[in-house]
T-cell receptor, first 109, second 114 residues
Framework: GQNIDQPTEMTATEGAIVQINCTYQ??????LFWYQQHAGEAPTFLSY??LDGLEEKGRFSSFLSRSKGYSYLLLKELQMKDSASYLC??????????WGAGTKLIIKP | TAGITQAPTSQILAAGRSMTLRCTQD?????MYWYRQDLGLGLRLIHY???????GKGEVPDGYSVSRANTDDFPLTLASAVPSQTSVYFC?????????????FGPGTRLTVL
């Protein structure tokens, strides 16, 4: 079967750096997405990786290793507003999105 | 632009009743999706439509139906609601392309079936 694994919850300190990992096992691979979802709100797009390597976008970076079935989202200079759930999703060989359950990130002052 | 709108924002529904959740997008995206999100689980696809006039079943289609009469609207109908359909429902849309196909989400409908 197809599977996306992420930690359920992480805690970090304001101003620090945090890395949220995502491992996947899917039938085929056509890209990996990271979304941010604040409590009670809709998911919003953060990043997309289809080739191996690091994609940097401001304070957020996303890394992909297709051979390892692994990605991470790196958040730098954490702010209180970064408290949210972070969803990893993989587009499989049939171009269907498979979603992880999300990682709830708690930022402490 | 409004992007994607959903209605209602929330609803309490008696078991056995029917209900239609509305979704409208103004981005002229060809593809639209309905997901449900339950605590501890990832988003699960209910139904999707790659273009007006066509629909497909997702991971959890039972008890739900959809239609896609035009590009902008993609209503989701529960014919006879059951308590297990209590969830938050998100509509999304995307422009299907070779290397992007990013999905954009509406604000969600919180449905409680009693």
């Amino acid at each position: 079967g197809q599977n996306i694994d992420q930690p359920t919850e992480m805690t970090a300190t304001e101003g620090a750096i945090v890395q949220i990992n995502c491992t996947y096992q899917t039938s085929g691979f056509n890209g990996l997405f990271w979304y941010q979802q604040h409590a009670g709100e809709a998911p919003t797009f953060l990043s997309y990786n289809v080739l191996d390597g690091l994609e940097e976008k401001g304070r957020f970076s996303s890394f992909l290793s297709r051979s390892k079935g692994y990605s991470y989202l790196l958040l730098k200079e954490l702010q209180m507003k970064d408290s949210a759930s972070y969803l990893c999703a993989v587009r499989d060989g049939n171009y269907q999105l498979i979603w992880g359950a999300g990682t709830k990130l708690i930022i402490k002052p | 632009t409004a992007g994607i709108t959903q209605a209602p924002t929330s609803q309490i529904l008696a078991a056995g009743r029917s209900m239609t959740l509305r979704c409208t997008q103004d981005m002229r995206h060809n593809a639209m999706y309905w997901y449900r999100q339950d605590l501890g689980l990832g988003l699960r696809l209910i139904h999707y439509s790659n273009t007006a006039g066509t629909t497909g079943k997702g991971e959890v289609p039972d008890g739900y139906s959809v239609s896609r009469a035009n590009t902008d609207d993609f209503p989701l109908t529960l014919a006879s609601a059951v308590p297990s359909q209590t969830s938050v429902y998100f509509c999304a849309s995307s422009e299907i392309a070779a290397n992007t196909d990013t999905q954009y989400f509406g604000p969600g409908t919180r449905l409680t079936v009693l």
